[in-house]
């Protein structure tokens, strides 16, 4: 999962916003209710205000 920002999640149905070919918007990739359980539990854990989904750190 590349490019997904938190306001591109759905918690009301579990979905993910994306931008697809043509720069459409659609609603893909229902997960399930344990993954908005941890999700919420994972953003809640971060101590930035990146809008990034996951965050990757470059290695030393």
């Known amino acids: ?3 997904i920002n938190i306001e591109d999640l759905n918690w009301g149905d579990c979905s993910v916003n994306v931008n697809g070919k043509g720069s459409k918007q659609r609603e893909v990739g229902l997960f399930h209710d344990r993954v ?3 999700l919420k539990k994972y953003l809640a854990s971060r101590k930035d205000n990146c809008k990034t989904l996951y965050l ?3 290695r030393a």
């Open 1 to 3: 999962m590349e490019k």
């Open 36 to 38: 908005k359980v941890w």
């Open 56 to 58: 990757r750190h470059a």
